[in-house]
């Protein structure tokens, strides 16, 4: 049975994300095979031509390269690193754990 506790929902660094996120980390988060699953679920569920919100936006997109949007705002923690993601019209920076 798998674990429930609050205790099991702790993250391992319980300092604010923002600190974290000081630094760009151009890396990323998940491997190729992730990346192409969500990349085709996107391309299934968002419409072209559609607006897009990109939470927790970096600097890689997952939005499929062939699909256009008539706007992508990206929502994020680090500045440098949307800065540097090409499918972003624009950004926003914002801790949503901080303000919702």
């Excluded at 970096?58 to 994020?76: K, M, T």
């Amino acid at each position: 049975m798998p674990d429930f506790s609050a205790e099991a929902f702790r993250r391992h660094d319980e300092r604010p994300d923002p600190l974290f996120y000081l630094q760009p980390r151009f890396v990323t988060h998940i491997d190729a095979a992730a990346v192409a699953a969500v990349t085709q679920l996107y391309r299934e569920t968002f419409p072209p031509g559609g607006a897009i919100v990109d939470v927790m936006s970096s600097w890689v997109s997952h939005l499929p390269s062939e699909v256009e949007y008539a706007r992508v705002v990206g929502l994020g923690l680090n500045r440098r690193e949307l800065a540097a993601n090409p499918r972003l019209d624009t950004f926003v920076v914002q801790d949503l754990n901080h303000a919702p």
